[in-house]
Nanobody, 119 residues
């Protein structure tokens, strides 16, 4: 299974970006999908997750500004980021719990996409 992330880039503070991450390969089902980020010199941290049924969870630092969503038919997760701040600058990674059979599940990471917010 591969997770292909896209949509990162350079944006001014207050601007918006939309990240996408599509899963491909041998997929029976995808459970929780999410976005994490890692800023220079810091540990990777949770940004947001969404369950297969649509239940979402956000880090306090992005609540009210970021929205996570998913398209189950296309095995894709999105992250709409509004009111971006310089402290949102990081490499963003998508993550997914994927089952290849009805009885197995494995966690996967995408390759990361860089988001840079200028002040």
């Amino acid at each position: 299974v591969q997770l292909q992330a896209s949509g990162g880039g350079l944006v001014q503070a207050g601007g918006s970006l939309r990240l996408s991450c599509a899963a491909s390969g041998t997929i029976f089902g995808i459970y929780t999908m999410g976005w994490y980020r890692q800023a220079p010199g810091k540990q990777r941290e949770l940004v947001a997750t969404v369950s297969r049924g649509g239940t979402t969870h956000y880090a306090d630092s992005v609540k009210g500004r970021f929205t996570i969503s998913r398209d189950n038919a296309n095995n894709t997760v999105y992250l709409q980021m509004n009111s971006l701040k310089p402290e949102d600058t990081a490499v963003y990674y998508c993550n997914a719990d994927v089952s290849h059979t009805p009885f197995s599940e494995q966690n996967y990471w995408g390759q990361g996409t860089l988001v840079t917010v200028s002040s």
